[in-house]
């Protein structure tokens, strides 16, 4: 057994009671590395069924900290799906197109098609974390963005969406250590930019936005899990085991065939 963490719709989360390294049940990296291969088959599979029921889609949200494992949590969990049937969209800092629309207008673009599983790397939850954070729009803007990103998450429920919610929690340490890893490895440096030292120097501030996202917007329809991520594999279980859980509750079926097909024999 192994869970994401969960909170009851309109408690405030304390993510400091939250212990980002812990692991629930025996697991080691070793048998949950073995549980991720067998959630990846049972995923690539249902995954299939749902692009030819053309009748669900599944949106995984990922959001936490630089260096968090929004990345490698998508390496890992979208593997061997068909390309057809997924995609994935990394919210940037907006374009000024983006910028001249309502905070929503990208992000409803990029929602998935029935059939489809949708990834986004950050998401409109950027819009009260870092634009919250900077003061990038006056405090009586962001401060109704929480009931709207609400009633636009159940907008897209009804329409026919299942929300998947990660936040990646890790601690301050551990995204220390992450960071020093991306400058002393050549082939990690890329993805170090100089600002990330700025960002870290605001994480209480960040963890305060965190809990205030977390807590507003964990909605019946459209829960939140919290998935202790120090250690990577533990990271990879939850996630992939939330994917697969998921999809087995839809319980996608192949579409009918036509019954004239019955023993028809091609020449
Ligand atoms: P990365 O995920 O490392 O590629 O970085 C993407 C950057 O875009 C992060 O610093 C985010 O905070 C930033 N970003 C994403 N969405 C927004 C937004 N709505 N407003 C401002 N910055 C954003
Ligand atoms: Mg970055």
Redesign the pocket.
Known sequence: MCRSITFAPGKKVKLADIDPAGVQGDWTKETAAERVKENSLVTQGLADILYAENRHAVLLVLQGM?TSG?DGAIRTVMSGINPQSCQVT?????SSEELDHD?LWRIHHATPRRGNIGVF??SHY??V???RVHN?VPEKEWKSRYQRINEFEELLVDGGVTFIKCFLHISKDEQRKRLQARIDDPLKRW?F?V?DID?RKLWPKYQQAYEDALSKCNTELAPWHIVPSDRKWYRNLVVSELLRKTLEKLNPKVPAADPKLDGLVIE
């Open positions: 630089d929004k990394s919210f940037k800092v907006p905070f790397n950050r950027e819009d974390l870092v634009v990038l993805k930019a600002g960002e």
